[in-house]
């Protein structure tokens, strides 16, 4: 949380809102504060990944009703939205001017936009073609090809981004996905999961949702970072933009699901304090990826994103009672070494 404090301070600092809006009288931040931003987004959104991991599996794991998972996705869009709106107050230092602000960041410029509808729809068929994926292949061949997006993260951003990529940094990626892939299928051996029929699964369909999916999260994601590198906009204006789109998404995804479901149960069916504590931290994770995005980039929020299932495997051993197989220590020393291979 400390980490956080000084990521936000330093976020809202008169030199940071220069640098968002391309003020050229202001200096330009220096070596070490770009590096401080770089650092502690990365360590931010990796211990937040991590808690959320953690928080949803004990909300899985007690007694007592389940929330609906539609339900879920919408309110921790709309904590996304109101930590946003009070972001940019703190930046702007003014709360009258806040409508203001937002109307301008819809219909200032209707191009501009429309920019930010691409990748929160993309987002959204991501994450539905990932529920069709699971459906129809087992959990593990499913998180294993779930990794070839740090592949096709890394094609994009070749391609848009033009990103260049040597020889070690290429064989430090190869590294990581394998890493990644024995530690997931470690945490999938030590892990319960409810089994489709076989008559009901159909592979090839599976395959290419699963497919179709990793190269949307890799063109989303690097997008979405090339959106934020190259306009005037502030990190928390395109999130409350966001975060808007993936509202409406969000309740056209309630009504075609689980709309007679919330009809008899209710839209908080099963919530309480912990799930609400949970998604809030949900919506701050999501939050520092568009960070991340702003001062690193989307190969090491991959690489972040790796730590954090190796520490929430860990955490798991702790507060669990979870045994951790060979496998996932041979898998955790392939992260470590990519990473340290990466960043040579």
């Given amino acids: 949380m400390t980490l956080l404090v000084w990521l936000l301070l330093l976020l809202f600092s008169p030199r940071s809102a220069a640098l968002n809006e391309g003020d050229p009288a202001m200096t330009a931040p220096s070596f070490w504060e770009k590096l401080f931003m770089k650092v502690a987004s990365l360590v931010a959104m990796t211990v937040l990944n991590s808690t959320v991991v953690l928080l949803m599996r ?63 729809f993309l987002y959204t068929l ?71 029929e076989q008559q009901t699964q159909n592979n090839f369909l599976g395959v290419i949702a699963i497919v179709v999916s990793v190269f949307l999260s890799g063109f989303a994601g690097v997008y979405f970072e090339k959106v934020l590198k190259s306009t005037s906009k502030s990190v928390w204006i395109r999130n ?9 998404l969000g309740f056209i995804g309630i009504v075609t699901k689980d709309g007679a479901t919330i009809a008899e149960k209710g839209f908080f069916f099963g919530y309480d304090n912990l799930v609400l504590l949970s998604l809030f931290i949900q919506a701050f994770a999501g939050l520092s990826i568009a960070v991340v995005f702003k001062y690193a980039d989307n190969v090491l929020k991959s690489f972040a994103s790796s730590m954090s299932i190796i520490i929430s495997c860990v955490a798991a051993v702790i507060f669990f ?24």
Wanted: proline residues 2%.
């Fill in 126 to 196: 991501q994450n539905n073609l990932f529920f069709v994926a699971i459906s129809n292949l087992d959990v593990a061949t499913v998180q294993v090809l779930y990794q070839l997006r740090i592949f096709t993260t890394c094609l994009f951003a070749v391609i848009i981004l033009g990103k260049e990529i040597n020889r070690s940094q290429g064989i430090a990626i190869v590294m990581l996905f394998v890493g990644v892939c024995v530690v997931q299928l470690n945490l999938d051996t030590e892990q319960t999961h409810e089994h489709v």
């Fill in 240 to 248: 409350i933009q966001l975060a808007s789109y993936g509202i409406f």
């Fill in 321 to 344: 009672k979870t045994h951790l197989t060979p496998a996932f220590y041979c898998g955790t020393f392939f992260v470590i070494c990519s990473l340290f291979l990466y960043n040579r």
């Fill in 58 to 120: 004990y909300l899985r794991m007690r007694q007592g009703p389940l929330f609906i998972s539609t339900t879920a996705v919408v309110m921790c869009e709309v904590f996304k939205l109101f930590i946003s709106m009070l972001c940019v107050v703190v930046e702007e230092r003014n709360l009258v001017r806040l409508p203001y602000i937002i109307y301008d960041s819809f219909f200032g410029s209707y191009i501009d936009t429309l920019k930010m509808m691409v990748p929160s």
